[in-house]
Structure formats: structure tokens, C-alpha cells
């Protein structure tokens, strides 16, 4: 009996990420949670809103039938609309519920999107670094995974550099602002640049390029504008979660928009919900579309993040470290003390310290540092970060 090969190695390789956060988890039941300093995971930090435990509560009234059975495919109208409702709000907009498929989270999200999108052999490009789940979505969707490299200076999209990858057998280009690993957000003007050179390269080629906006950061910014990206490129498709915004990864809640401004709207929504039935991922957590009729409008509460944020950044920087100062989400991205990030990230790991080295995400040279932590983490690893720096300067 044969396995799916493709599958096999990813399950086999596993994820880097997780792998480190497993070791992190191993390590502090060895030596005790406060000796081990785990920078690797974006699990929130901050617990979800009391709203969200008054509507499960008020969800559970409900008889049974109700509470667990199936909603629609795309999920509950009353939760579509509510999501419309609030994205009408906030961004000017006229979406209906129509335009909304509830997914569980923006992992699903991504793969209905590209599974709706792609043929076989076409191309999908990302901007280096990137979240690394993006190749195994890209790849399990017939497509080809495009590195290539965000500006090295300033982590916005290198415009020209995206210009020069478009194929004629680009379907789609992946972003994601605020950016998981860089921290960066896109700016209007990096982003109006880019809608120019797909509006262009969708008509030199004769077929839609598709702008694929993976946003569960949205709402994890620093006093900086996040631009509604459907707003400045009409192809765009939304892809959202509220794994972060809401601090709940594990409920699985997200969504996909398609804009009723986009020009092949009518069908990309069946083709959206084609690829949802062939993942098998429909009806999304049932329990958690009712928690979005009542928690849609929920503020993030993004307070402790930016309290770690000034403490990562100040404590490193009085070091010696050099970043990228983070606009969102709540990573950090660290230049590495040599230029094998590995090599960086096993020093770092025997001084307890455990951030993400950048080959995760496709570049060289850097570690990514997630400070959706405690406070006392970052404040409590900082006599370690200073061990390390002045191991290099031991040679
Ligand atoms: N996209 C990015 C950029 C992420 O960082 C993550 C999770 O960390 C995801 C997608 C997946 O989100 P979810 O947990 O909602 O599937």
C-alpha cells in the first residue's frame, strides 16, 4: 500500500516553528518555565475578550439540535452578515454576506483561496520572508511557491523585484501586512505601486493576477495606517482570522472575502466555495460563527503588546542588536550575530533563549523574536540576550 509522498514529508519534516516550541515546552518541564525563554510561537499572550465567554454562555441556551448541528457551508447568514456589516463600517465598503465564506481560521482561509484560484503548473508569488505554511498551501494547490525578496533596507515589497517574477503563469501574489515574521506594515504607496504593476501585467498577459491579502494581524498595529488593500488593487481576496485578534487560535474562526468590487467576483464566489468543499472545509466551528454575531465589533486589546514591544526593543537595542523596528503583529525581526541564523539560534538555545532563525521563512541571516509573551519573559531574558552578545565579541 502506497502513502501520498508529498504528505508523508511534510508530515515527516513537521514545522520548524512547532518544532522549537515543542523543545521549549520540553525544556521547561525540565528546568522549570521561568528558566526558558520561548520567543518562538505566535500564540497570543492576551486572553480573549469577556465578551467572547458571555456569548458562548448565551450560545449554550440553546438547544442542542442548534448549538452542534451544521450551518451552511459558508457559514450562519446571521454571521456573514454581522462580519459584512462590520467591515462596511470600518472601511466605507458594501459587502453583503454573500461575499463572506466562514472558514476555520486563515490557514483554511489561504487554502480555499489558492485551491480557488490556481490551475496546475501556474505560479503564486510571496514576499521573502514569509510565513512558511504559505509553500505547503501553494504547493498542495498545483502551484509554484515564487520567492521573492521584500527591499533588505526596509521590508516593504520590492515592487520592481515582483515586476521582474510576473510570469504569464502568475495567478496570484501573497501578502501579508502586518507582516508575520518582519513586523513591517505595507504602506499606501508600496502597495498602490504594487496594484500599478498588476494592473498592468494583468493585461499584458490577458488573465487576472489575484492580490491575496492574508490579514489575521489587521488590527495588531502601532499608530500606523493599515491600508484597506481591496481599496487600492480591485483583484484583491481577503483572508482573515481572528486567531489573533481575538486571542483564539484554537477555536479555528476566520474567513475569506470576496469584494463585490472585484471584476470576476461572480466566479470567485463559487469558486471559493468549490474549493472549501473540496478541502473538506466547510461549516466552520459552529459555536464560534454565533460568537461573531456578538463579538464582530470586539476592540483588540492591544495594550500588553505594545508594553513588550518597547521592552524587546529597548533592552536590545541597549545591548547592541540591530532590528527592524515592528510596525505590527508582534514579532520582531533580529539580525543575527553571524550570518548562519542557525548557527546564531543554537547559541542562542544553550543560553535558554529561543527565537525563530530565518531560514523558517525563506532568507538568511535574522531570527524572528515573538513577543506574545509575558512581560516577565522579555524583561527576565535579558541578562541572556546580553550573554550572547558578548559571547561574539569573545569571538
Ligand atoms: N497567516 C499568517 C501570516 C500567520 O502568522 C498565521 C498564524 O500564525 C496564519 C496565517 C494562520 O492563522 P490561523 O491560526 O488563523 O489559521
Redesign the pocket.
Known sequence: MSINQLSYDYGAAKSSIREIAAYGAARKAEIGAQNVFDFSL?NPSIPAPDAVRDSIEHSLALPATALHGYTPANGLPAARTAVAESLNRRFGTAYGPDDLYLT???????SIVLNAVCNEGEEVIVIAP??P??AVFIKNAGATCVEVMADQDTFQIDVEAVRSAITPRTAAIMI?SP???VGSVYARKNLEDLAVVLTSKSQEYGHPIYLIS?E??REIAYDVEVPWVPDLYDRTIV?Y????SLSL?GE???WVLVPNTNPEHDTLVPAVAGAGRKLGFVCAPALFQRVLIDCVDEPTNIEAYVRNRKALTEGLSAIGYEYIEPQG?FYLWMRALEPDANAFFQRAKSLELLPVPSDSFGCTGWVRVGYCVSYDTIVNSMPAWQELWDSYQQG
Open positions: 505566535g476555520c481560521g486563515a490557514a483554511a482561509s489561504i514569509y510565513f505554511e504559505y501579508d507582516n508575520n515574521p492574508d489575521p494581524y483572508c482570522s481572528y486567531s489573533k487560535p479555528r474562526i476566520g503583529a
